[in-house]
């Protein structure tokens, strides 16, 4: 089945260490994405990348940090940086280009920093 | 800078009635795409209906359509003949015709009564 996982489901940390999130997709997908979800927020862009070994900031992207080393992957660390790390984390992937249409959303990660 | 504003926090709807989620943006822009995501209690975002803005047409998928109005800036989601699985936050989301990057509204509850 192609899709995009993202795991674990649920992630407990300790204040002050790094954490990395885990995002796969077999869609043959150019563009990955990930996003931050936060109560009663829709959704806010973290990174995205259109390309391997090339990614951009998206609107938050102070005190994470990502790779794209491989088209299928496309990891996310939250370093300690991170003033408040705890929320519901999304990865998406799509076509890329003009004409790309929708993204598509893994399962989300929900990450609990205390 | 685009935004995009759902001003209804929560939405209810009895089983079988219809119910319309609306969606407003701002942008300078005039060609773009406008999306409306579903995400149930799994937290998974499932793409509901898209909108290509050079499209006069409105478009429609089964009991979900859309009315878009360009000039008035406003995207509303029609449900009709709403079921149970219907229950979800709905977000709508904007994209420029020359970014993949998606700008996403607060979201809207939907609470559907048998």
Known sequence: ?114 | AQTVTQSQPEMSVQEAETVTLSCTYDTSESDYYLFWYKQPPSRQMILVIRQEAYKQQNATENRFSVNFQKAAKSFSLKISDSQLGDAAMYFCAYRSWNTDKLIFGTGTRLQVFP
């Open chain 1, 1 to 114: 089945d192609g899709g995009i996982t993202q795991s674990p489901k649920y992630l407990f940390r300790k204040e002050g260490q790094n954490v990395t999130l885990s995002c796969e997709q077999n869609l043959n997908h150019d563009a990955m994405y990930w996003y931050r979800q936060d109560p009663g927020q829709g959704l806010r862009l973290i990174y995205y990348s259109q390309i391997v070994n090339d990614f951009q900031k998206g609107d938050i992207a102070e005190g994470y940090s990502v790779s794209r080393e491989k088209k299928e992957s496309f990891p996310l660390t939250v370093t300690s940086a991170q003033k408040n790390p705890t929320a519901f984390y999304l990865c998406a992937s799509s076509w890329g280009g003009r004409r790309t249409y929708e993204q598509y959303f893994g399962p989300g990660t929900r990450l609990t920093v205390t």
